[in-house]
């Protein structure tokens, strides 16, 4: 018996989808309720999101909004570190607290008929932390454990340096998220205390819930456990996005015998509120976002150097980094450098394919609704939406957007937003090897950087 | 008794040819996710062809009789749709979530590898993938730390002779031999229909699914039968403490603690996953109370189950040293973890802290319909009775203090641990 073959099928009738509908309600002290209902399943996820991330700390401080946030979660002034813990188990859930560049972040999901007890738990984690000192000074310990297994962590590693190379040493981009190895050693419990107090206020801070609730009781609920928070003040940043060098770079770190090289190749991107924001977004997906894309089938599908290869723009407030990140073999490590940059120039040369245009905006628009399909990922892009000041309508017209990228579109953003005149590339590699390849690559001298993180 | 909420729909139906189909029906979004298990694995690698298992999932991307090299994902991602495989000890899946109105693509994708792949292999292909496989194994093996544990436990905790013993990444020298006699053994004995459950969770009509099914995979013949395992019994403990001790390139040591457990699925399975919540789910767990917080010997500690269904499972123990602390000093915090368990049962409170933290996860994790879809592959392989499903919340719930104690007490002692340690190498100093 043999299998019949049936024609390759086409697409049904495609049925809408819409982003979840949503609230935005200002408390009188400024504090803002998101309030997404999505009743599926009994389930609520509680986050707060404020402005308070490491964009907002002084160079010196490098560290302290991941710090603090850390030592959110070991205690508050009724509560140790244990027992918090507890109480949030037996809501069924766990406290996640955390800092990035934008934001500090606080959530949890639990049954939605635990949604006052959580709101309440996070309430008193959000407003009066404990800052015990055994307990910073532990999580301080456990920071620079961390940073010193990064050292031996290649991918990692190859990440943090070439993200803080690209930044002026005066700029606080120029050490890594969570704070350097010496920022982060004379970081107090007293630091983490002002941190909390001059950064964690109403005015700057959203009260993000999405999942099985009524907008009514949860703008009841907030008023009465947040309605008497005192506004106050907080300082705004003065943030140095602009790139260290104006003219391309080659460094090396050294890691003898190491069986593969880690790449990354890139520059300082653009800011998230830039108008180009679609046409990069469909630009990045050809060069190296989907799997067929051009630096993927090249490297790895092509040549076979490597398991993988991507490119991506960061969007964040601040010009993020734009990079093409891979692992390869070792002996070919000059050979993927150089087709990284044949595919970078190809990008700036004349225009996409209209096939090469569609499958990215076909895919980006056809999985828009995967992306949400819990309650923790609607609230993720609804805190996402206040952090990056997006408007109201983002998610609503996104897939238009995007489906109305042009071939010249993505031309003129490539030509706009890569930058080979200051192309920045980062080996972590064995030196010995892939040094003497090097040479021939015309992005200057090597030069060797150390496993230092300043 | 089930989660609120959370009992889902699920239709079963066996085709012809031996295929397993199920369905289950959700149609609050549009969106659709097509769920492929092959029940074979690195165990059913023959002798000299380790990684092999691994090396095929490459190559069912590789293309079949109508589809290119690489199309299926583009197809897919064309589509809008999401997709990967992933390969385990005893299983391959493959799997896409799509925009609903796209599901007949995915299942013509997955039909045409399943019964035409082998008129698009070629010796090319073949070469491109194994060294991108080998890339793959430097990636996330050799090029980093601690990398080699995933093989080194299972080769420390199932003897040679054990279908699970082996490395399921493969030696570069057993990827090297493979060849394209070896892809057309393995299709033919492995991946038929008989052999495969095939899952589809989401935005369906289920009567027309069904006969979307048929139309696609009703014609593809069913195999000869899979050829015979290598037992996979072993008792249910170590009969003592098995040591592997690693110089590696790292800056600090990690400890993994190993015990036997009962197999995914099994009645006491449930105290296991359970057990193991206690010990190192979250910060209230102990391992993280006393090691990470208490004593400071870890900065992370967690503990898991492999989830194992043939043979035994494994509850593994995870730390990491804080620098300073010797390997030594770490293992022996994991076993007075270990033994307060083993000789004093839970606290009281603790079970029910545990149980309402997996309701969440379970609940939570339903909201997916690739997670659903997965689930009931996993059910559907290892059960043939994907409804198993609906009931995990109320076998998590039957767990009593007393069935953990029984279990910590047989477990958890010296006669069933099994060490395996890294540290810094001796030459760049102790950190």
């Known amino acids: 018996m043999s299998a019949s073959v049936v024609d390759r099928p086409l697409p049904g009738p495609s049925r809408p989808y819409r982003f979840p509908r949503f609230e935005r309600i200002s408390l009188s002290n400024g504090l803002e309720l998101i309030i997404a209902p999505v009743r599926r399943l009994p389930l609520v996820t509680v986050r707060f999101v404020l ?102 962590e290649p991918r990692g590693l190859a990440d943090e340096r070439f993200a803080s190379s690209l930044y002026k040493r005066s700029s606080r981009l120029s050490i890594q998220e969570g704070g350097s190895e010496r920022t982060v050693r004379q970081l107090t419990v007293e630091n983490c ?262 | 008794m089930s989660a609120p909420g959370a009992t889902l729909p699920i239709q079963t139906f066996r085709l012809h040819n031996g295929l397993l189909l199920t369905l289950s029906a959700d149609r609050t979004a549009p969106i659709v996710a097509v769920n492929l298990w092959y029940h074979v694995g690195s165990a059913n690698e023959r002798e000299g062809r380790t990684g092999f298992a691994h090396l095929f999932e490459h190559m069912l991307f590789q293309g079949s009789e109508h589809v290119a090299a690489n199309e299926h994902f583009e197809l897919i991602q064309r589509a809008g749709g999401t997709l990967n495989g992933s390969t385990w000890l005893d299983r391959t899946n493959y799997f896409e979530t799509v925009p609903s109105h796209q599901l007949e693509l995915a299942l013509w994708l997955e039909a045409d590898r399943m019964g035409r792949l082998l008129p698009a292999m070629t010796q090319g292909k073949l070469d491109t993938q194994r060294d991108v496989v080998k890339n793959e194994r430097r990636w996330s093996v050799d090029n980093q730390p601690y990398g080699s544990w995933w093989e080194r436990l299972p080769a420390l905790c199932f003897p040679p002779s054990h279908p699970f013993h082996h490395s399921l990444m493969g030696s570069m020298e057993d990827l090297s031999a493979a060849s394209l006699e070896d892809v057309a053994a393995f299709f033919r004995a492995y991946y038929t229909p008989d052999n495969a459950v095939l899952s589809i969770a989401g935005d369906i009509d289920e009567n027309e699914t069904r006969l979307l099914v048929n139309r696609h995979f009703g014609s593809i013949p069913r195999g000869n039968g899979r050829p015979p395992l290598a037992s996979m019994e072993v008792s249910p403990t170590f009969g003592g403490w098995l040591r592997g001790l690693v110089e590696d390139d790292v800056a600090v040591a990690r400890v993994f603690v190993a015990c036997r457990t009962p197999i995914f699925g099994s009645d006491d399975y449930y105290a296991a996953s359970t057990m193991a919540a206690m010990l190192g789910t979250g910060r209230g767990s102990r391992l993280h109370k006393s090691l990470v917080r208490e004593r400071q010997l870890a900065s992370a500690a967690t503990a898991f189950t492999f989830d194992l269904a043939k043979g035994s499972d494994l509850l593994v123990v995870d730390t990491t040293a804080r620098p300073g602390i010797s390997a030594e000093a770490l293992e022996q915090g994991i076993v007075d973890v270990l033994d307060e368990l083993r000789l004093h049962g839970p606290r009281p409170g603790e079970l029910d802290r545990v149980l309402a933290q997996m309701e969440t996860e379970f609940v939570t994790s339903m909201q997916s319909a690739g997670d659903r879809a997965e689930q009931l592959s996993r059910f559907a392989t290892y059960y043939g009775d994907p409804t198993l499903l609906n009931d995990q919340v109320a076998r998590y719930r039957a767990v009593s203090d007393d069935s953990v104690r029984g279990l910590a007490s047989a477990r958890l002692g010296p006669d069933n641990r099994a060490s395996l340690v890294y540290v810094p190498r001796s030459d760049e100093g102790a950190a």
């Open chain 1, 51 to 152: 402005d308070a991330g490491a964009r907002h700390e002084a160079r010196e401080l490098a560290g302290v909004a991941s710090l603090s946030a850390d030592a959110l979660a070991e205690g508050t002034r009724r509560l140790d570190a244990g027992a918090l813990a507890e109480q949030f188990e037996r809501l069924g859930g766990s406290l996640s607290s955390y800092a990035t560049w934008d934001a500090t972040h606080l959530r949890t999901t639990v049954l939605s008929s635990r949604l006052e007890s959580a709101l309440t738990l996070l309430t008193e984690v959000l407003r009066t932390p404990a800052f015990v000192p055994r307990e910073v000074e532990r999580l301080q310990q456990e920071r620079l454990a961390e940073l010193l297994e990064l050292k031996t």
């Open chain 1, 193 to 454: 205390h002002a941190w909390h107090a001059n950064q964690f206020v109403p005015g700057v801070t959203a009260l993000v819930i999405a999942g099985d609730v009524d907008v009514d009781s949860v703008v009841r609920l907030a008023n009465d456990r947040l309605g008497d928070w005192k506004a106050a003040e907080s300082p705004s940043p003065v943030v140095d996005d602009g790139p260290a060098r104006e003219h391309p770079s080659l460094r090396l770190l050294d890691r003898p015998g190491a069986p593969q090289t880690e790449l990354r190749l890139g520059h300082v991107g653009l800011r998230r509120s830039h108008p180009d924001y679609f046409d990069v977004v469909v630009m990045n997906a050809i060069l190296g976002g989907v799997f067929n894309s051009r630096i993927n089938l090249n490297l790895r599908e092509r040549n076979a150097f490597t398991y993988g290869a991507f490119s991506s723009y960061e969007w964040r407030r601040d010009a993020a980094p734009f990079l093409v990140s891979t692992a390869v073999a070792t002996p070919v490590t000059a050979a993927a450098i150089r087709e990284v940059m044949v595919e970078l120039e190809r990008m700036q040369v004349g225009l996409p394919s209209a096939d090469e245009v569609a499958l990215s905006t076909s895919y980006l628009d056809g999985v828009f609704p995967i992306r949400f399909e819990t309650t923790a990922a609607i609230a993720s892009a609804l805190a996402t939406l206040r952090t990056l000041q997006l408007a109201n309508d983002f998610y609503d017209t996104y897939r238009d957007r995007i489906r109305s990228v042009t071939r010249k579109g993505v031309a003129r953003a490539a030509q706009q937003h890569i930058h080979l005149d200051r192309l920045q590339v980062l080996a972590v590699g064995g030196r010995a090897q892939v040094e003497p390849m090097l040479g021939d690559l015309e992005l200057g001298p090597v030069s060797l950087i150390g496993d230092d993180d300043e």
